[in-house]
């Protein structure tokens, strides 16, 4: 199993600029979640979904978007990259049946100019 | 009062030294309890659950206080491999959601 995997793993933008970050997870996990993580700032939620088709806003969810139209999929996208979303993102998973383990990807590095 | 508040260090000690970082959470309803470790520009990765009984796993102690709301875990002969950031993480468990939220971390550094 590959477990949890994000595409790109780093990437540049101008402001104004979109993207689509991708999120893949093989472990038939119901919960998927999107994290930004900056320095001195710990975790922070910016999405999340507790099943294919569902989404629900996190602690910043200003300036994403977010969708789950296939069980293993979350993407999260920045219509209008602005230099306040320079960040490293994580995706992570879990199961739905008990047991709190969140399972990480690997991170995208995300600059915004 | 931050929902989950940790020393921010950085720890710094010697090889084969005891080591112990302290967390204290705001919400009480809070129903389970982690532990977390980050290397250096990688993932958070589980290290160990917490429970009330208190937990040990290999040189890693991790005991709750539910009446203080006060978690800890302590780190016996310290290894260099042991040099990360530890993340405290609660979870307050309400239906459908399952959210975890993070303490910003306690740096280790492990020196020889």
């Known amino acids: 199993n590959a477990g949890v995997t994000q595409t790109p793993k780093f990437r540049v933008l101008k402001t104004g600029q979109s993207m689509t970050l991708l999120c893949a997870q093989d472990?038939?996990?119901?919960?998927m979640y999107w994290y930004r993580q900056d320095p001195g700032m710990g975790l922070r939620l910016i999405h999340y979904?507790?099943?294919?088709?569902?989404?629900a806003k996190g602690e910043v969810p200003d300036g994403y978007n977010v969708s789950r139209l296939k069980k293993q999929n979350f993407l999260l996208g920045l219509e209008s990259a602005a230099p306040s979303q320079t960040s490293v993102y994580f995706c992570?998973?879990?199961?739905?049946?008990?047991?709190?383990?969140?399972?990480f990807g690997p991170g995208t590095r995300l600059t915004v100019l | 009062r931050k929902e989950v508040e940790q020393d921010p260090g950085p720890f710094n000690v010697p090889e084969g030294a005891t080591v112990a970082f302290n967390c204290t959470y705001s919400?009480?309803?809070?129903?389970?309890f982690f532990w977390y470790r980050q290397d250096c520009r990688k993932e958070p990765k589980l290290l160990m659950s917490?429970?009330?009984s208190g937990n040990e796993d290999g040189r890693f102690t991790a005991q709750l206080n539910r009446a203080s709301q006060y978690i800890s875990l302590l780190i016996r002969d310290s290894k260099l491999s042991d040099s990360a950031t530890y993340l405290c993480?609660?979870?307050?468990?309400?239906?459908?959601?399952?959210?975890?939220?993070f303490g910003k971390g306690t740096k280790l550094s492990v020196i020889p």
């Open positions: 992570a998973s879990r199961t739905s049946g008990g047991g709190d383990t969140q399972y």
């Open positions: 472990m038939n996990h119901e919960y």
């Open positions: 979904s507790v099943g294919e088709g569902t989404t």
């Open positions: 919400n009480s309803a809070s129903q389970s």
């Open positions: 917490v429970y009330s």
């Open positions: 993480v609660v979870s307050p468990v309400w239906a459908g959601s399952y959210q975890l939220t």
